[in-house]
């Protein structure tokens, strides 16, 4: 069962949650799937994903790319939840780490990258007319993003979100988080940022 470990409720009365569990539970709106840009959910949570959710999301994401072209990480596809609690499938392209001068705090391609799909889940989901939306550690897995860099840009894309669409019909996001490790990092910034309990 999902529990929620942390929690902070912006200004614009959204509620952002740190939750450790697993993603194909969440009964919400929506899920996040890491993906590749061609939707060939092969590993990682996205095979969790397409193997618990049942054939049609895969038959639904070889559809899309058909009809659309690769996905970017700026503008997410989207699919059914299959046979998952979640109505929808948000399919992200997360970005393969590359690397940024952190002592000089510069911004990768890689960060603007992980940004860019987080603010692209959350205006899909603001299309959809959703109202809660799970995500995972967007390329902290295979594609080798650290995780407290990962949770920093996160946090910051999420917030900066509802801060220029403070009428968001989102209500509540929800980072869903599996492994320990995983879970340390991201609290660890959680509390760092001052973000609540």
Do not use: C
Not at 129 to 157: C, D, N, V, W
Not at 163 to 186: M, Y
């Amino acid at each position: 069962m999902n529990s929620v470990l942390s929690e902070q409720t912006f200004p614009s009365g959204q509620i952002l949650q740190i939750v450790q569990g697993d993603i194909t539970a969440e009964a919400v709106d929506a899920i996040v799937n890491a993906a590749n840009s061609h939707l060939q959910h092969g590993g990682g949570v996205a095979g969790v994903i397409a193997q618990r959710g049942g054939a049609a999301i895969q038959r639904e994401s070889d559809e899309w790319v058909q009809t659309h072209g690769p996905v970017s990480h700026a503008a997410p596809a989207w699919t059914s939840g299959g046979s998952l609690p979640a109505r929808y499938v948000i399919h992200a392209v997360g970005p393969v780490w590359s690397g940024g001068d952190e002592a000089r705090g510069e911004r990768s391609r890689s960060d603007a990258n992980l940004a860019a799909a987080v603010d692209g889940s959350l205006r899909l989901a603001d299309r959809l007319k959703l109202a809660s939306i799970s995500l995972p550690a967007i390329s902290t897995g295979i594609f080798g993003f650290p995780k407290e860099r990962a949770a920093g840009l996160m946090f910051t894309a999420i917030e900066g979100y509802f801060v220029e669409q403070p009428a968001s019909g989102i209500k509540s996001v929800r980072l869903v988080l599996f492994d320990q490790p995983t879970l340390d990092a991201f609290q660890k910034v959680w509390r760092e940022q001052g973000r609540g309990g």
